[in-house]
């Protein structure tokens, strides 16, 4: 019965084995926090941290980006805490940047997708405007069968738009009508394909399940489909991000992350996390309702909002 | 995170078994993890600062029972407050005597604000009330035929203005129309709005005017991070509020908002939506949001199984004897009987919130062998379960034969015991092996 697992077939042990490894993770990550105190002013620090934390960037997060801040201070002691901790933010983020434009297919397919009402129809309405200012022919698909009135949703942006909609029926098979958007759009000779899913909150198999299915659709009509994945996350959103990052990523590849709603006053902090625990990276962020109302993803402005 | 939260609290608390007062520093360091797991479920910084300043308060002072946890009563004491904070008991939503009683749905963009006005439809409905149905969204996309559809799915009636009608004008011709008809409920959905928009934040007070109503609900995103409180005041501020909902708590967020909200507002929070459907509406119950808010699962349930079922002064026996390394398999089957008088393994372990989930999936068959330990163990003369020792190859195939086992799952019994009870020996500060029982009592 020994703790350490020396014994791994008896009861006590294997069972408090399980039970320590998740006590070990969670006490590695207490460990983190605040680091060594060192002889940094303690009420700075304190400030910081909850700069950080009301960002929502995490206690987690928050406890590694100050010990990295402090690898700073060690190399460079002109550095105050602040600005150690802006860079190390600034280094985190502008490590993991992604590109979200056209190319290298025809079509070029992707596919949108994130928890409910984090905004992606309305991103998808944004960006294919973008494509079609491009001189970009541009489809959307409605692929949420499921919420009520979304596919009238998608057609009013693709209007605004200048782009072609294909849609079902509510309540139709979501895997078929992106099926028949890509046949149709390989028939019409189209460059860009975006195809708004329905809102699924990632602790949901059933849907996650059908969210894959989709992904693979897109592969069997245009090779290489799909040719982008977006994960769009809400920035009022707390630490919950990181746990939809997550499951979405290991569900379907994710190529990168939009951060929405970012024209209030959340921060969007738990990208941080995502991008340093998942690899991530962002691409763009949504700063509105209107048409116009976003913008490639800036590490540094990002990092700055942050304080 | 409970194992976690309670395995700190209690190594930091054991050594303070048996006095009668837990200090303060002993306190603040375990009140440490508290506020972590507070964060971690997004409440916000202030207020879990605050909390624990309170909590802290009503700590020292406390008595520790005769409980080897004091770290357990801490928790007590965080649930506690938790449950206090978010308004104790459940509050339903008030009619007014003058019908229609309209109640104003507000909130940001995409918190659930049409979802819920269906299902708000739907549960009004089921309380044999008739309702009315109306949207002043007439900024997002197909918000109004959004709320059609709901209301046709929820059956209930739906009011639509002429198109181009302004947000008050539709207000107050759905109001005229509930009235003419005879409506006991008339809900109003709006445009979501961030709550620095000034324009559209004066709009939702000329609504509510114009509505007269007596209810403004505003619906929160249950997944929101530090923001709510800002939602929370200038919502509250600028509109005035009666209540709140939170949506999406189906997922998987710890829905540390709802306190924060909760804290900054005053209002109580009315609804939980649990999923898309219209029937996915609760109404709030606190003690399940701070279970949920501290990561404790189903915990507290277990830790009450555990105080009715469990007979201290035996745990207390035991845990006396392993601490002078006398321990025998006489203990070992009265462990055995208490784990079991708590039910069945697996139920315990699942209300385990901290429990990892290949752990869980290592129970089953550890359930098993534990009847199997434990049928060995009643095929020992008494003599046998004190002198684990003099237990021979012939007395063991005796006890396997006895037991329906076999000899060499009574070998691996015995040499796990003696495991662990050289391994008692060899510890100063007490009964690992007693920990395991322990362990799953929290
Ligand atoms: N303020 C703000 N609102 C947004 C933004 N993106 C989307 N919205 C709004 O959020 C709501 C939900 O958006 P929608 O695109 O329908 O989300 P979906 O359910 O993920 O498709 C709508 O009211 C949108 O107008 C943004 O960047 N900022
Ligand atoms: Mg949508």
Not at chain 2, 385 to 391: K, M, S
Request: with cysteine; glycine share 10%; charged share 25%.
């Amino acid at each position: 019965m020994s703790a350490s697992g020396a014994d791994r077939s008896s009861l006590f042990g294997r069972l408090r084995d399980g039970l320590q490894r998740t006590r070990r993770q969670l006490g590695e990550r207490l460990a983190n926090v605040l680091g060594r105190r060192g002889d940094l002013d303690a009420s700075a620090l304190e400030r910081l941290e909850e700069a950080l934390l009301e960002a929502d960037v995490g206690p987690t997060t928050a406890g590694r980006l100050v010990a990295r801040a402090r690898g700073r201070m060690d190399q460079d002691p002109a550095l105050d805490l602040e600005a150690a901790l802006e860079a190390a933010a600034t280094e985190l983020l502008a490590s993991h940047r992604a590109d979200l434009s056209p190319r290298g297919a025809k079509p070029w397919v992707a596919v949108v997708l994130g928890v409910n009402g984090c905004g992606k129809t309305t991103l998808v309405g944004k960006l294919a405007a973008d494509c079609a200012r491009h001189g970009l022919s541009t489809m959307l698909v409605a692929a949420d069968t499921f919420r009520a009135a979304a596919a009238e949703q998608l057609m009013v942006w693709a209007e605004r738009a200048g782009a072609t909609v294909v849609r079902a029926r509510e309540g139709g098979d979501p895997a078929a009508v992106v099926h028949d958007g890509l046949e149709a759009s390989r028939a019409r000779g189209l460059d860009v394909v975006w195809i708004d899913t329905a809102g699924r909150l990632h602790t949901k198999r059933n849907l996650m399940s059908e969210l894959e299915k989709i992904v693979r659709v897109c592969g069997r009509s245009v090779p290489g489909a799909p040719h982008h994945t977006l994960l769009v996350l809400d920035a009022t959103v707390g630490q919950n991000s990181l746990a939809q990052a997550r499951t979405f990523a290991e569900l379907v590849p994710i190529t990168s992350i939009a951060i929405n709603k970012l024209d209030g006053t959340a921060r969007g902090g738990a990208v941080l996390a995502i991008a340093d625990e998942l690899g991530l990276p962002i691409s763009v962020v949504g700063l509105g309702e209107g048409i116009d109302d976003w913008a490639a993803f800036d590490p540094e402005a990002f990092a700055r909002g942050l304080f | 995170m409970f194992e976690a939260l309670t395995g700190r609290l209690d190594g930091i608390f054991r050594k303070l078994t048996g006095q009668a007062r837990l200090t303060p520093e002993s306190i603040q360091e375990g009140l440490r993890e508290v506020r972590r797991a507070l964060l971690e479920a997004d409440v916000q910084v202030a207020v879990a600062k605050d909390f624990i300043t309170r909590v802290e308060a009503r700590a020292v002072g406390q008595e520790v029972l005769r409980s080897l946890t004091p770290g357990q009563q801490v928790i007590g004491l965080v649930r506690d407050e938790l449950i206090r904070l978010l308004g104790d008991r459940p509050v339903t939503l008030a009619g007014s005597p003058h019908l229609p009683t309209v109640v104003l749905l507000a909130g940001l963009q995409g918190s659930g604000k049409t979802t819920f006005a269906g299902k708000l439809a739907h549960w009004l409905k089921n309380a044999g009330k008739r309702t009315l149905l109306a949207s002043a969204d007439v900024y997002r996309p197909a918000a109004i035929e959004q709320l059609e559809r709901l209301g046709a799915q929820a059956e209930v009636g739906f009011f639509r203005a002429d198109e181009g009608t302004q947000p008050a004008e539709i207000v107050r011709r759905a109001v005229d129309e509930a009235r003419r008809r005879g409506f006991d409920f008339l809900v109003l959905d709006t445009a979501g709005r961030l709550h620095i928009d000034e324009p559209l934040m004066a709009e939702l007070a000329e609504l509510k005017a114009a509505a007269r109503a007596h209810q403004v609900l505003l619906v929160v995103d249950g997944m929101t991070g530090q923001e709510a409180v800002r939602i929370g005041r200038a919502f509250a501020e600028r509109t005035g509020i009666d209540g709140l909902v939170l949506t999406k708590m189906d997922g998987d967020a710890r829905g540390g908002a709802a306190l924060s909200l909760r804290q900054v507002t005053g209002k109580p929070i009315l609804f939980l939506g649990v999923g898309e459907k219209l029937d996915a509406l609760e109404a709030f119950d606190p003690e399940r949001v701070a279970g949920r808010i501290l990561g404790m699962g189903d915990v507290l349930g277990l830790v009450e199984r555990a105080r009715a079922t469990v007979d201290r002064e035996a745990v207390e026996r035991m845990a006396e004897r392993a601490r002078r390394a006398d321990w025998t398999l006489e203990d070992f089957l009265e462990q055995l009987r208490q784990m079991k008088k708590m039910g069945p393994l697996e139920d315990l372990a699942k209300m385990l919130p901290g429990v990892p989930r290949q752990a869980l999936s290592e129970i089953g068959p550890q359930a098993g062998r534990l009847k199997r330990f434990e049928a060995i163990l009643l095929s020992m003369t008494p003599f046998e379960r004190r002198h684990p020792r003099r237990i021979d190859g012939s007395r063991r195939r005796r006890i396997a034969a006895g037991s329906g086992t076999t000899v060499p799952e009574v070998n691996q019994l015995l040499k796990d015991f003696e495991q662990a009870r050289t391994l008692m020996k060899r510890l100063k500060h007490g009964p690992r092996g007693l920990k395991g029982l322990r362990g799953l009592m929290r």
